[in-house]
């Protein structure tokens, strides 16, 4: 079992940055990948980006490449979402979740889920 805890986020100005935090209890972090979704009111949740366990590996959605940086350690059980540049189109609730594959942008293949951390960006 992992719990998982989102913090984080806001709201700011387009072009601004925030990092999301998500912290997880449990003994086998390490041992999962974990993903970043977020799902904006209306729409389905989307894959936003991944990481590997040991963090040598991470993946993005195209729509955020060059914005948004995936980074874990693992000694602090904690995976982080640095966004900059932020856009309007961004605005979503943002979840992380744990995996036992990588990589991956399907939400099936995630089995632990956080409750989620709201992200504003104003035009």
């Known amino acids: 079992q992992v719990h998982l805890v989102e913090s984080g986020g806001g709201l700011v100005q387009a072009g601004g940055s925030l990092r999301l935090s998500c912290a997880a209890s449990?003994?086998?972090?390490?041992?999962?990948?974990m993903g970043w979704f977020r799902q904006a009111p209306g729409r389905e949740r989307e894959f936003v980006a991944a990481?590997?366990?040991?963090?040598?590996?991470?993946t993005y959605a195209d729509s955020v490449k060059g914005r948004i940086t995936i980074s874990r350690d693992n000694a602090k059980n904690t995976v982080y979402l640095q966004m900059n540049n932020l856009k309007p189109e961004d605005t979503a609730v943002y979840y992380c979740?744990?995996?036992?594959?990588?990589?991956?942008?399907?939400?099936?293949?995630?089995?632990?889920w956080g409750r989620g951390t709201q992200v504003t960006v104003s035009s």
């Open positions: 979740a744990t995996s036992l594959t990588y990589p991956t942008d399907s939400r099936a293949d995630y089995n632990y």
């Open positions: 449990g003994r086998t972090f390490s041992s999962y990948a």
């Open positions: 990481i590997r366990w040991s963090g040598d590996r991470t």
